[in-house]
Structures are given as C-alpha cells and as structure tokens.
C-alpha cells in the first residue's frame, strides 16, 4: 500500500485519480503517534459506553465529537489536509458532520453504501436531506429525496445524477492500526459515477446493522438498552418492550422478541453483484493515516474478526454556501437519524460564510 505526500495539496494527478476513482491516499498521519492516542483514548471512553450521553445530543451518539472536543479539529484543519480539501472543492468550506466507527472485536461488516450528499436516514428507513447544495440551482430538498432509489423504478445501475460537481467531501482517518482483520475499509474504484439500486429491508438485514447485543449479557442490561434507546444506533426502541411480560421471559427469550421488533424497522441495503465487487480494494492502515473519498462512491467496511478495537473518524465537509439542515428554517429540529439538532453548528474551516441561514461558528484560536 503505497502513501502519498500531503504538503501541498493535491496534485493534477491526485485530483484525476479523485474524478476517475472517487478516492485519494492513503495519506500519511498528520498528527504525532501521541496526539492519535488521546484522541482515540477520549473516543474510546464514549463509544465503549451505550449508556454515554452526548452533550449535544443527550443520548449515546457517535456523531459531532469535534464540537466537545476541538482538539479533533486538528485532523482537518492542518495546512496540509486543508489545502488538499481546497484543491477539490474551493477555499469557503465547513465541517459540517463527523463520525466515530468503532468496531469492537468479533462484530460484522458495514455493507456497501453511497451517498449522493443527501445524508437522509435511508440506513433506518427515513429520507430526510441533511445537505442542499445552494450553489447548484436545479438541485433543491424534493429534488434530493428522489436521489434515494427503490427497486420499484431501479433495478440496474444507472448513470449517476449530474451534480456539477463534487460538494460534500469525505476525510476518513485510522485511530488505531488496522490490520487485514480488523474491519478494514472497502471502496469500489469508479462507482460514484454510477447510481446503485436501494431496496427497504427489515432493519437487521440491512446494510449499517451491527449485532447489537455483543455487549448486553444480561436481561436487566438489555431492558435499559431498549428504554433509554441505546440499543441501535439512531434508532427509537423506547417503547418496544411496550405490551410485554418481560419478567416472564429468560433473557434468550426476550433478545428474540426484540430483534421481531426490530425486523419491523426498514433499513437500506443497496444491490450487488458478485460482478459489481470484483473491483474491490481494501485498505489496511495505520493510525494516523487518512484517505480522501466522495461520499458518491460504494464504500463500507469489512468484518472484524480480531481479537482488538477497531476505531476511525471521518469528517465531512461541504462548501460553506450548502445549507445544512434545511428543516431546521422550518422549526424543525430532528433530523433524518432522529437526533436532535437544535445545538448543532458548522465549523467554519476556510474563507467565507456564504450561508447566512447556517449556523456556523469559527475555528477555535488553538489552530
């Protein structure tokens, strides 16, 4: 696995690679091996913990850190990951999401999947656009929800939707070395350029589920998960033991009963062939080390069959006139992953604001 210079943006032939491929690097840590394990030390103690809360968000989420932490800013906003992030989408940019993968030992795969900026909750069945991209004018939120496809009207790939350009860019990082077994990274070279068919399945086929049980051992635990909704990420299980004795179910019995419940959630799964995957790479990588990818672009992650944590980040940035959570001028506050984003804001990371209706703050003097 070859890496690549990071000192001055990217090159005409890095920026090729991004327009024929979809992703650049791996790139080089930009931190010190010290500053990668604080970070992955204070991460850790959150993601670890289902019954964490998140300031912002007040239940256990593994979204937005770098708004309680500033230090992760740093990943992103060094002259020479923001320069490279110029180079591809123009000097006015925000932070406007990020997310920590954490992938304890033993836990599945997360399935292909590709954005086309929208971030609508399709994973959990909802479709909800997160991103308006304001500088492209045929592009609004109606328009973005029929970027989510069913295999009512889609049952090949078809050509991608023309959207000018690349507006919501990807930094995924290693917080930790990860080996061929850990979980690695996966990117289909080539298919951003494509649009792959979606279908709805029940939750626990779908393709971002994970065993949500790897950490629950008891009855008592799993009672707590289910009421505090801490037992699926983003999703609402406050009231599926709604109805039940649970006290006269075994713990086997009552995980059994859950997951019914479940299976009547929808979740997206997007369609493959053993054809389509040929073309496949893996990325082991080691920690500190980043790559650069469109969100278009079919990427998930493998299984971790090791016995170690398996733990990464990315950041998510746009150019600063995006609106971000366009319900938000409506009165509306939640968002398609049912999270609450009233204290939600961007980070302004270079130039302009271009977006009066976002809220947006400023990089934290530290930088």
Not at 356 to 362: F, G, I, K, Q
Request: one cysteine or more; charged letters at 25%.
């Amino acid at each position: 696995m070859s890496q690549h210079s990071n000192s001055a943006g990217l090159s005409k032939g890095e920026l090729q690679s991004l327009d024929d491929d979809g992703y650049v690097g791996p790139y080089v840590r930009v931190l010190s091996q010290d500053q990668v394990s604080s970070v992955a030390s204070k991460l850790l103690g959150h993601v670890r913990n289902k019954g964490d809360r998140h300031p912002l968000y007040g239940r256990y989420s593994a979204r937005d850190w770098h708004l309680v932490y500033p230090e992760l800013l740093d990943f992103v906003a060094t002259p020479a990951v923001l320069s490279q992030l110029k180079s591809i989408m123009g000097e006015d940019l925000i932070l406007w999401r990020s997310h920590v993968f954490y992938k304890p030992p033993k836990t599945g795969p997360v399935g292909w999947h590709q954005d086309f900026g929208t971030f609508s909750g399709e994973d959990i069945g909802n479709n909800k656009p997160s991103l308006v991209p304001t500088h492209l004018p045929h592009i609004d939120e109606d328009v973005l929800k029929e970027y989510l496809p069913s295999t009512t009207r889609l049952t090949s790939p078809e050509t991608a939707p023309d959207l000018s350009d690349f507006w919501d860019i990807t930094v995924w990082i290693a917080l930790t070395d990860i080996e061929k077994d850990m979980g690695v990274l996966k990117i289909l070279p080539g298919s951003h350029r494509l649009r792959y068919p979606v279908r709805m399945d029940p939750l626990p086929d779908s393709d971002f589920w994970q065993d949500p049980f790897v950490r629950i051992h008891s009855k008592d635990q799993l009672v707590k998960a289910c009421n505090d909704s801490q037992l699926v990420l983003d999703v609402d299980t406050s009231r599926v033991l709604d109805g039940m004795r649970v006290e006269a179910f075994s713990y086997e019995e009552l995980k059994a009963r859950v997951l019914s419940k479940l299976a009547a959630t929808q979740g997206s799964r997007t369609v493959l062939t053993e054809t389509d995957e040929a073309g496949m790479v893996t990325f082991p990588a080691a920690k500190g080390d980043y790559f650069i990818f469109s969100e278009r672009v079919l990427h998930g992650s493998l299984a971790n069959t090791s016995d170690c944590e398996r733990l990464a980040i990315n950041f998510r940035v746009t150019p600063s006139s995006t609106l971000v959570y366009p319900f938000r001028t409506r009165g509306d506050f939640v968002d398609g992953f049912n999270l609450n984003v009233s204290q939600h804001e961007n980070v302004l990371l270079s130039g302009r604001n271009l977006n009066p209706l976002n809220v947006t703050r400023s990089l934290p003097t530290r930088l």
